[in-house]
């Protein structure tokens, strides 16, 4: 049976109130991607088992790169908060789309995905929804694991892992090391991860967990290569970016101290981060070449207390969470060389130019919060939160305090300055059990999102000095994102069926929007309205009888612009926000005649969407169909394997217009993955 979590009545999660909780208790819509899914699945990319959660769809961008949509359009934008082992793996003031890439996925314990607004738990960033990935408990006896595979493209990947427990320490660590040339031009990668866990028990009652993460990526061509219509259906692995690059080190360590005294427990979890990332990205070659390093250290806690008492099963949980994170940008523009025009435009070469920004900036959040949960009756739950969060950044620029000139493009720069938020977010929500399988919920969830450090002092270039200098002032004015999200929906189990139910919706309020203009691809950040998104969600688990099993996770929904006027020319009030698709489907028929053999067949459906923002043309969406198979040689040695894209169909892992011009990035052809693991 699968432990896809989208489906188990009986399911704990640690990421809805930070507690161990049963689903069936928790107001909010939780998938859970369990450690056995991982270890058959080993997916390539998050794509391969993120999808498995009802209203999830992760893209590739390239190598392990991705957008994401959870109860949003497919964006890069931060609105989405990731965690591991409930610590955030970027500083709010750093944010990173690519987070995904900075954790060993394939080697985790599992993921926990909560769809809608967290910020009353979490703060900054838990808009669209928050992202949990769990490491893996050490075993109890010692174990080592070790696989090895390849596959089409130059593709190939060795995990190793393994742990023991000795009295009151258990430990564990894995490796990724992993290696493509990439199926496109110019498009390979190499990654190389680790994780370390090492818990130890205080007597009875208290427990330390500490946990030290690191990856490091080197990848060609950054994000999406786009191509005109003609390539993509013709020459699909041509590259019209291939100067592009990404280089990224992370390093995390955490360390959590628990300690639980009768109807009390304590929690402090110190941290430290040290992010980099050098980049040139190929999004802005067109109108903005660019070269630049983004840094950053970070130094938080965060810490709790939760008192239990008997009247009502009531909780009480008191938190501060502390994050303070230094960090900087240094941007030269670039001079490239390039034949064609237009969407179609091929960028061969570069050379380094001036230094358009050069600036520190630290930040500073201070958040106390309060959850509290408590049952009038035995049937009914009710939950309740309240977070405040203030937030500083620190900003001093490290060149002119003007326009600097850049050829015929014009880079503002603020003074030195400070740049405040204030934000509070409640939440409230229920959950009442209909029957001993069966129970629903009703909740209701504020969230917000503070500008970042780029969207804040990295403002967009201009044609002239005062349009500049005006760009980075009003920058310097952006507020917060605030959503709200309203929501019901039932789980449970009935004549063998595992269900998970939910309808939202969801309303967003000075969204901080890019608007790029279709013909100059020139971008400028602004909060320019409202947006709405709504959605119906279902996840369901079937036994088919014998050795079958269906499980499906389903979501429709629509995301609109409203109140959305971001020039007197470019009113989108009523338009659907592009790259939206209504549909998300990921549909498996499992065939597990016995422990450790498994075939499955999975099909990927992705509905059309619009490619513009003005609404005038479609991508018409895709299905895919995945195979996947694991069998044991014998008792300590199985092998494994996977066929992407089995019918082999011509796919856009994201559409859009570009120069006026329709273009998509294409997705992976059918491709072979095959591997052996033994175990000792």
């Known amino acids: 049976m699968s432990d896809t979590a989208v489906t188990r009545h ?41 999808g498995q959660v009802p209203g999830v769809h992760v893209n590739i961008t ?10 949003q359009p497919i964006t890069t934008s931060p609105v989405y908060l990731f965690l591991e082992d409930g610590v955030p793996v970027r500083s709010t003031g750093f944010f990173n789309h690519n987070a995904l890439y900075e954790i060993n996925v394939p080697q985790a314990g599992g993921v926990e995905i909560n769809r809608g607004p967290g910020t009353a738990l979490y703060g900054s960033d838990a808009i669209g929804g928050v992202v949990n990935v769990l490491t893996r408990t050490p075993p109890a006896t010692g174990e080592v694991t070790a696989s090895a595979e390849a596959g089409g493209h130059g593709w190939k990947r060795i995990l190793a892992g393994g742990g023991n427990t000795h009295g009151v320490d258990a430990w564990r660590a894995d490796v990724n090391l992993t290696d493509s ?6 498009t ?5 991860s680790a994780t370390a866990r090492w818990d130890h028990a205080f007597g009875d009652n208290a427990v330390a967990k500490t946990v030290l993460s690191y990856s490091t990526i080197d990848q060609q061509t950054g994000a999406n290569a786009p191509l005109i219509q003609d390539d993509y259906d013709n020459h699909p692995t041509k590259n019209y970016h291939s100067i592009a690059f990404r280089e990224v080190d992370a390093v995390r360590l955490s360390s959590a101290f628990e300690r639980e005294s009768g109807d009390t427990l304590v929690s402090v979890i110190p941290y430290v981060r040290d992010d980099s990332m050098t980049l040139l990205p190929n999004f802005t070659l067109s109108f ?23 009247p009502l099963r009531a909780r009480l949980i008191v938190g501060l969470d502390l994050d303070y994170s230094p960090g900087g940008r240094e941007e030269n523009s670039l001079t490239v060389t390039s034949t064609g025009t237009g969407a179609s435009r091929v960028f061969t070469s570069y050379t380094v130019g001036p230094r358009t920004y050069e600036y520190d900036v630290a930040f500073l959040a201070v958040s106390p919060y309060l959850h509290a949960e408590f049952s009038p009756s035995e049937r009914l739950r009710v939950t ?7 937030m500083r950044y620190d900003y001093d620029n490290n060149l002119t305090d003007n326009a600097l000139q850049v050829g015929s493009s014009f880079y503002g720069h603020a003074a030195d300055t400070s740049v405040n938020f204030s934000h509070v977010s409640p939440k409230l929500g229920a959950t009442y059990a209909v029957g001993e399988n069966t129970s629903v919920f009703a909740a209701w969830n504020h969230g917000f999102r503070a500008p ?30 605030k959503a709200d999200q309203f929501e019901v929906g039932a789980r449970g189990r009935a004549a063998g069926m595992n269900y998970d139910l939910a309808v939202y919706y969801l309303s967003k309020q000075d969204d901080i929007v890019s608007f790029r203009d279709p013909a100059t691809n020139v971008t400028q950040s602004m909060n320019a309205g409202e947006t709405l998104h709504r959605g119906v969600e279902a996840g369901l688990g079937i036994p088919l009888g014998g050795a079958l099993r269906l499980d499906a996770a389903l979501s429709y929904a629509t995301h609109f612009y409203r109140e959305w006027q971001v020039s007197p020319t470019a009113d989108l009030n009523g338009k659907e926000i592009e790259s939206a698709p209504r549909r998300i489907g990921n549909t498996r028929l499992s065939w597990v005649p016995a422990a450790g053999r498994r075939v499955q067949l999975e099909w990927v459906n992705l509905g059309s969407y619009w490619m513009d923002q003005a609404n005038t043309t479609q991508y018409d969406g895709h299905n895919l169909f995945n195979l996947r198979a ?51």
């Open 10 to 50: 009986e399911e704990v999660t640690v990421t809805g109130t930070r507690e161990a909780q049963t689903l069936a208790e928790t107001p909010a819509s939780i998938g859970i991607v369990g450690g056995e899914t991982l270890r058959q699945d080993k997916p390539a990319h998050p794509t391969e088992v993120m």
């Open 62 to 71: 390239n190598g392990e790169g991705h957008m994401t949509a959870i109860r």
């Open 288 to 310: 903005d070449p660019q070269l630049y390093t983004t840094s950053n250290q970070s130094f938080g806690v965060l810490s709790k207390w939760r008192k239990d008492f008997e």
């Open 188 to 192: 390979a990668y190499d990654r190389q």
């Open 181 to 186: 040339d990439g199926w496109r031009d110019a």
């Open 384 to 390: 309740a939160g309240l977070r405040y969060d203030d």
């Open 452 to 481: 970042s450090e780029s969207q804040l002092f990295r403002p967009t270039r201009a044609t002239s000095a005062v349009v500049a200098q005006g760009n980075a002032q009003s920058a310097l004015g952006l507020d917060p994102i």
């Open 630 to 680: 694991n069998w044991p040689l014998a008792s300590r040695l199985s092998v494994f394997g996977s066929v992407h894209n089995l019918t082999d169909v011509r796919y856009a892992e994201s559409a859009s217009i570009s120069s006026s011009t329709p273009v998509f990035a294409p997705g992976l052809p059918r491709t072979l993955y095959a591997g052996v693991e033994a175990t000792w």
